[in-house]
């Protein structure tokens, strides 16, 4: 397939000035390979929620009360609230519905005994390791493979894509931020 330029040739949002063709066409090349891995990690994330039966919402807490647990952190659902930003009665909702399904076990919190402390089941945590964890250990491995000062390119990159993505002007007033 032919490199599908984002910007017809005569568009006044970006500047060309000074590039040859062969540059504009490279950028076009990145923003096209990145669209494809975006593409991807979409589907991925999409499989994934398929694969253990759970909404969007769900698959953040867990994810994140995983990665606290490793941390020795604990959680409450007032994080989960925070985490996934909804709202207290929402949280309840959430973690009942994974405490029902058998993602969850509510414990007493040790010092506080007005709340609890949430913990992913030792079956969603392998489950999540066997498909999530091993796709992010392949992910690892493709950063791992470049050299250090290509990783910190990427990084530059990424973090100039993140400001890029910024919701800005009118998307700023329904950004949600």
Known sequence: MALMHYFS??????????????EVDSCFRVLEALRRWQTAARELSEASKRYMKLNESDMRAIRMIIRATEQGILVTPKDIAHEVGISSASTTKLVDRLVDGGHLIRAPHPSDRRT????????????AHDTIGRQHARRFTA???????????????????????????ELAAHSGR
């Not at 609890?116 to 489950?127: I, K, P, Q």
């Not at 493979?145 to 919701?167: G, I, K, N, Q, Y």
């Open 116 to 127: 609890m402390c949430l913990r992913v089941t030792e079956s969603t945590r392998r489950s």
């Open 9 to 22: 040739p005569d568009s006044d949002l970006i500047d060309r000035s000074g590039m040859s063709q062969d």
């Open 143 to 169: 950063v791992a493979s470049l050299p250090a000062a290509d990783r910190e390119a990427v990084v530059r990159f990424l973090s100039a894509m993140t400001d890029a993505d910024s919701p800005q002007g």
